[in-house]
């Protein structure tokens, strides 16, 4: 974007602030910086800030008061995600247009029915809305056209065609299918229905492919196939391994340890505390196989003291609350072991923290919706509303207490059922062979 000089010391405070408009302390540090245009000196403003969701973010704004030169763009501060995401949106009418997207350098983003797509790396990354990324592209692909018409009028025509069809789009005269691919997780397509679920909507995670590590500067480790300690002494030990805070991004410690749940199985829980800002987290991976049936937990909150049921949630866990319409998708705060009281407490800060209700993004129907459902939550874990709390889990690793143990708890139902092909290729298994691989393989040599 431009030749930026040495960035003064940061003020005191934390380097990444919650982006807020009531935050007066949030202000950008401005920069000497070389125009790329006519290489006199501008101005670089950069806002280093931190969405949920997203992680953090730098917001960088280059102006240049001799040639009037422009040019904004943001990029993502925090590390990569373990898995990449991919939104699926179905645009149906006029207000899809409006809903906000964060797209990174390295995602892709797509519109089928044109046989369109903005590949990675090709722009930089934006905070914008769907219509902001057809402009953008529109005004793209018309950069050129007078050299075009010039050269080859054949093929600027053709251009302009498509350019029309690309302004058609934002009329939504008829519906289409907009996906953004993000390997590195960071990208995002606003939910206007939060915490509701979206139908137009579809989140998928995804574990990156070997060419898509290498995309993103990944190098993938040769482990050694003799390991030295056996796994009874996994059990007994507690391994711990360096990481990065995921609020301040100092240097921390992960705790990891093998765990055996009573009538349960082995899971591997991990636990980074961070002696900076003393924010803690934990995360639980199941330690076994996927199982060959899903399993449904259902469970009738009817008293207080069921929030303090053991509750483990894997990565590949759905929760459903029916009687506030809400659902929680797969991959959605990860893997983890807790409470009952503990993981609603964790959905409400999810809704009640999302980041379009805060700062200028917000509504006053969208605050007070988000608000209704957080003191519907609360009501529930102080036990003045009935609720029924579910557990989907497509690979069978979720796990709910059952304080009749080993009678059964006439308030909880498990319900185990063949996965559809669907579930079965979002966890990878349609493509797994098991058995015979040895002889196909031979025979491809």
Known sequence: MSA??????????????????????????????????????????????KIPFFREIIVSSFTCGSCAWSNTEIQPAGRIQEQGVRYTLAVTARQDMNREVVKTDCATARIPELDFEIPAFSQKGALTTIEGIIDRAVAGLEQDQPVRRAADKGVAGKIDEFIGKLKQ?????????????????????????????????VVTHYRRTAQQD????????????????????????????????????????????????????????????CEACGHRTNEVKSGGAIEPLGTRITLHVTDPSDMTRDILKSETCSVEIPELEFELGMGALGGK??????????????????????????????VEKFQEFGRKVYQIMEGHMEAHFILDDPAGNSYLQNVYAPEEDPELKVEHYERTFAQNEELGLNDMRTEGYETGLTSEQ
Not at 175 to 192: A, H, K, L
Not at 235 to 252: D, G, I, K, M, S
């Open 169 to 201: 789009l934002k009329e939504v005269d008829s519906s289409f299918t907009f996906i953004i691919d993000d390997p590195s997780g960071n990208s995002f397509v606003e939910n206007p229905r939060a915490p509701q679920k979206d139908d137009a909507l």
């Open 214 to 273: 290498a995309m993103l500067g990944l190098e993938t480790e040769e482990t050694d196939e003799n390991p030295a300690d056996s796994v009874e002494d996994l059990r007994n030990e507690v391994l711990q391994f360096n990481t990065n805070c995921p609020e301040c991004n100092a240097p921390a410690n992960t705790n990891m340890k093998l765990v055996q749940i009573p009538h349960f199985k082995e899971v591997v829980i991990m636990a980074t505390n």
């Open 4 to 49: 930026i000089g040495e960035l003064e010391p940061v003020r005191g405070g934390p380097l990444f602030r919650p982006l807020s408009a009531e935050d007066e302390e949030q202000q950008p540090d401005e920069i000497e910086s070389l125009c790329m245009s006519c290489y006199r000196n501008g101005v670089t403003r950069l806002l280093l800030t």
């Open 337 to 366: 072991f807790t409470t009952l009281e503990g993981l609603l407490k964790d959905i409400r800060d999810l809704i009640v923290k999302n980041p379009f209700t805060l700062g200028d993004s917000s509504t006053p129907s969208r």
